[in-house]
């Protein structure tokens, strides 16, 4: 060193503390001007590109880069300095490889590039500009194989995956897409930004990224400059970790992001005063320059930010009086605020709620994570992961985040996490990574409700399905309608549930298993009651108060639907609290089991649980069975609602659950006969008869009726007319001594139907037309249910008459009275209409071209018969549409067309055949009777015809 300040001078050789020493004064060192000469490049890159790259190229020949920088110099400094050289002199290389490229130099870059990714496996940059370089030169191929070599390398090494520059550049090439060359004007890697970007400190944090909608938003919104996002629980901030959000607000905000954290959730939120500092040292002021006072720290704010255009990114806010003082009034500035409540907004500022990922969303975000290869090739466990975290991004990410952590260490495919997480009870538990966790966000909005919010928010998971109306939630929260209402907007607002219409809410999938762990948790009761024990008195409580609801609406419809009967009289036999208000929110009565029936089968379920069920909320359930038959004619609830009732006609027995038992297999065998599942009605039927025969007690009027009609109904369909005759007589005087004008309507028209099936049209048109004058003397019988709601519709004639006017229909048909038949149908279909009864309206719809074809309109029965055919086919109804196809190839036989008639036979007779039903043997006759040029080769056809594999 002594040498050297001889040769330089003292004066510019000074030392720099005990282990140092420092150059003074205007001293020109190799480093310095190379890189003043890249700065040269820098600034010619915008408009010379050529002159760039030749200053690069200068800069690089000086370097020499097959000697390592300040190879003989010992020391750690020396060490660093050499470190830095290296790293620089490697970043310098990129950049003019990539000029190279942007001029089109394609062939002298790929030999070079080769050599650095071999000299530098892990440097992602280079094996991006090696695969641009490959695929521009036309070696696709080559391209493909470099990717798949980086993928290898980084897996291996490193447990993770590429960039997703890199992976999207892979998929453009495998898509055949254009690559364009590096822009020669973009910012380089690694260079400062052209303005300076504001930082915070203390409650600030560096924003990653904002939603790229509400920015563009926000950003359009000049007048206020702000947008407020509104956040659902659970999500936790993690709208920002979309991708290529931060990427595309850059070139709007160029001189910067800021981003505030308000703590929300949290106690101990930041002044805004303290916020105000943090954002004015970001932007540059010093700390002794500061104001003092919240005023004059917003005037100073504003101050700095005119002629600026930055984006805030404010989050978790309280409130909009609380992000009010950060909002910016300069133009081309904007904001984002976000909250996990909805807050009134001033107008112009745009609200943007922010939902779960769908399922393509989702899986992308999977995609992005772990690499979209990975997702493709586990496909079923990443459908199942996000069905599993309920499409909340915290929750997906935290998934991708475990499989990463695990795929460090061994193989681990996203199946094996689906299935840890696919017990409900370890699910909330298992989305925990560091300090991530999924019970967090709903625990930070759970905690900021009062009492009645948290005991409202649990009670709505009891009955274990993700909807809730405004109906059932009066009930379980044993409130009016109106208060109950007032809760759930409540939640609602507090991002707890979502409001899907005017009378449903959801929950996500996550929030319904928090909701029911703090209902097993608290109980909201007494203190002094262990906390697992009230919350199933909780549970059962409100169950108990939901079933008497829906039992009072259920016999509400009844009497609406069936006036006459005596149904509901036998109903609320048991004495349970019943709320004759819920009666008048049942308009249209069609409509509102229709939307309630998928909470209505939830409480029928509690029947599987029979050691947690007492024995009156069993007797409740099986009157809410009998009060909602309608369920076993919806396709979508059909099979759940015979589980249901299957479940209740299992408890042991007693002298209490005796009776129930012999009302859930009555409604059991009314179910089956709905279901054609004929041989399983009589048995359920004729067990119930069994047991009302040899009952200890007083007799159920309700099991000695309904049990023998549907019997009746089964025996029928099975061929067995004389005893279906002896059945019906016996349900006629279980209804005569019960004073069932609406049952005995219905008897009368089943006995029509079974003269009809004998062959005696005449018969059975006298008593069709007696069924129809008893069901019309039903329908004008006054009836105690309760007044209707303002603007319900009026009430109409009841199900009996529908069901005689269909049958007298068909009794006038086979007599040779087709214009009084069509009027007689016209009726029923109306009526069924009317009452939501789509099967039946169908089923009518059927005999309309019977009656059609007896008129001699050929045409239009053809048209017509086609209808039903499309709906049974649709409802996956096979018995009721080989009914239609009978018709249907009757009407194509008398237009000419055998050929049309024997398919519509054929499929029919399949369907009979498989079912065992009577018909069969009437198509059979049919198909016998075609023509010998239509009957070729009938055998061969029939056997190879499709059969109706469901049954």
């Not at 069994?690 to 009609?709: F, I, K, T």
Request: glycine residues 8%; contains cysteine; proline residues 6%.
């Amino acid at each position: 060193m002594a040498q050297l300040r001889r040769t330089v001078g003292a004066g510019v050789l000074r030392g720099a503390g005990p282990d140092g020493y420092a150059l003074d004064g205007d001293v020109r060192t190799d480093v310095g001007e190379f890189q003043l000469r890249e700065a040269a490049a820098q600034a010619l890159r915008h408009g010379d590109t050529c002159a760039a790259r030749a200053l690069l190229g200068e800069v690089l020949e000086r370097l020499r880069s097959d000697r390592e920088p300040l190879a003989l110099v010992p020391g750690p400094f020396a060490a660093a300095e050499r470190a830095r050289l290296t790293e620089w002199r490697l970043e310098l290389q990129e950049r003019a490889l990539g000029l190279d490229l942007a001029l089109g130099r394609v062939d002298q870059s790929v030999p070079q590039l080769a050599a650095l990714v071999a000299r530098h496996p892990l440097r992602e940059p280079l094996h991006h500009l090696l695969m641009t370089a490959l695929h521009r030169a036309g070696r696709t191929a080559e391209a493909n194989a470099a990717y798949r070599n980086c993928h290898r390398l980084l897996s291996d090494e490193l447990g993770m995956e590429p960039t997703t520059e890199v992976q999207d550049l892979y998929e453009r090439i495998l898509r055949g897409a254009h690559v364009p060359a590096p822009d020669p004007r973009a910012q380089w890697p690694g260079d400062p930004p052209l303005r300076p970007t504001p930082r915070a400190t203390g409650p600030l944090r560096r924003p990653r990224g904002g939603p790229r909608r509400a920015a563009g938003r926000a950003a359009r919104n000049r007048a206020h400059g702000a947008g407020l996002l509104h956040r659902r629980a659970g999500r936790h901030r993690q709208d920002r970790a979309r991708p290529g959000r931060r990427a595309r607000t850059r070139p709007a905000f160029p001189d910067g992001r800021l981003f505030v954290d308000l703590h929300g959730g949290k106690r101990g939120r930041p002044a805004i005063g303290r916020v105000l500092e943090a954002l004015l040292l970001a932007l540059g002021a010093a700390p002794d320059d500061i104001p003092y006072g919240t005023r004059a720290c917003r005037a100073r704010y504003q101050a700095m930010l005119e002629g600026r255009r930055v984006l805030v990114v404010i989050d978790r806010a309280h409130g909009w009086a609380q992000a009010a003082p950060l909002l910016l009034d300069a133009p081309g500035c904007a904001a984002i605020v976000t909250s996990r409540r909805t807050h009134a907004a001033p107008e112009r500022v745009p609200w943007v709620a922010l939902r779960e990922f769908s399922q393509r969303e989702g899986l992308d975000f999977l995609a992005r994570l772990l690499g979209r290869a990975r997702v493709v090739q586990d496909a079923n466990g990443a459908h199942r992961l996000f069905r599993y975290c309920g499409g909340l991004p915290l929750a997906l990410r935290i998934a991708g985040e475990l499989v990463r952590r695990q795929h460090q260490r061994f193989p681990w495919p996203l199946t094996r996490l689906a299935d840890r997480l696919a017990a409900p009870a370890h699910r909330l538990t298992g989305l925990r990574v560091g300090d991530l966790s999924i019970s967090a966000g709903f625990e930070q909005t759970f905690r900021r409700l009062n009492t009645e919010r948290q005991r409202a928010f649990c009670l709505l998971s009891v009955l274990d399905h993700d909807e809730v109306s405004r109906f059932s939630s009066a009930a379980l929260l044993d409130r009016t309608q109106l208060l109950a209402e007032d809760l759930l907007d409540a939640l609602a607002s507090a991002s707890l549930l979502h409001r899907e219409d005017r009378d449903r809410y959801r929950f996500n999938a996550l929030a319904l298993l928090y909701a029911q762990q703090e209902l097993a948790k608290h109980g909201f009761g007494a203190a002094d009651t262990p906390s697992k024990h009230l919350a199933r008195r909780e549970s059962d409580a409100a169950v108990l108060r939901l079933a008497d609801r829906y039992l009072v609406a259920g016999a509400a419809t009844l009497r609406h639907l069936d006036p006459g009967g005596t149904l509901p009289r036998h109903l609320a036999s048991h004495g349970a609290r019943l709320d004759r208000a819920a009666a008048r929110h049942v308009y249209p009565p069609a409509r509102w089991l229709r939307d309630e029936a998928p909470r209505l089968l939830r409480v029928l379920r509690r029947a599987a649980q029979p050691g947690r069920v007492s024995a009156g909320l069993l007797q409740r359930l099986a009157d809410l069975a009998l009060a909602a038959p309608a369920l076993a004619d919806d396709e979508a609830y059909a099979r759940h609602f015979t589980e249901c009732v299957e479940a209740l006609s299992l408890p042991a027995s007693g002298t209490r659950t005796q009776a129930l038992r012999q009302r859930a297999l009555a409604v059991l065998a009314h179910a089956h006969n709905r279901a054609v599942r004929f041989p399983a009605a009589e048995r359920a039927a004729a067990q119930a008869m069994h047991q009302y025969a040899n009952a200890v007690g007083p007799s159920d009027p309700v099991v000695r009726a309904l049990a023998p009609h549907e019997r009746a109904a089964a025996v029928y369909s099975l061929g067995r007319l004389a005893e279906a005759e002896k059945l019906l007589e016996l349900a006629e005087r279980a209804y005569e001594s019960d004073d069932n004008l609406s049952g005995l309507a219905r008897v009368w028209a089943d006995r029509s139907r079974v003269l009809l099936s004998r062959g005696r049209p005449d018969q059975a048109r006298e008593v069709a037309e007696h069924a129809l004058d008893v069901a019309e003397q039903a329908a004008r019988a006054p009836s105690d249910a309760p007044a209707p709601s303002v603007g319900a519709p009026p009430t109409r004639r009841g199900l009996a008459v529908a069901h005689a006017a269909h049958t007298l229909g068909c009794a006038l048909t086979a007599g040779g009275r087709p214009s009084d038949a069509l009027s007689a149908l016209q009726r029923a279909l109306d009526l069924f209409a009317g009452a939501g009864r789509y099967v039946a309206e169908a089923s009518t719809r059927a005999r309309i071209p019977e009656a059609r074809l007896a008129t001699g309109d050929t045409g239009a029965a053809v048209e017509l018969a086609n209808q039903p055919v499309s709906t049974f086919d649709r409802h996956g109804r096979y018995w009721r549409r080989a009914d239609a196809l009978v018709i249907l190839g009757r009407a194509m036989r008398r237009q000419g067309r055998p050929r049309g008639a024997l398919t519509c036979w054929t499929q029919a007779f399949d369907v009979y055949q498989t079912l065992g039903a009577r018909e069969a043997d009437t198509v059979a006759d049919l198909l016998a009777d075609l023509p010998a040029d239509g009957a070729t080769d009938r055998a061969s056809r029939r056997r190879g015809s499709a059969r109706c594999e469901r049954y």
